[in-house]
């Protein structure tokens, strides 16, 4: 049995947001699966994410991130702010 690491409670969430992968780049669409305080689960159709990033939610909130798992398109990040 898989232990829960999270520091916080997840909640599902099917929210349209966009991420940028670096400074200057274009926003691109992607979607949260699940949210907690500490971090969220992203479904995207690009492949290569960067270490470090940031989530625009759709309240306008930007988050820095931090990558911590990525399998095919969907991935794992910290919230670092």
Known sequence: MFMNRRKSERRP????AKIQL???SLPRDCMITDISAGGVKVIAEYLEIPPEFTIIL???SP???RLAWQI???????FVD
């Open 13 to 16: 969430c099917r929210s349209v």
């Open 22 to 24: 670096g400074t200057g």
């Open 58 to 60: 759709s309240t306008g």
């Open 63 to 65: 988050r820095q991130c």
């Open 72 to 78: 095919g398109h969907e991935f794992g990040a910290q």
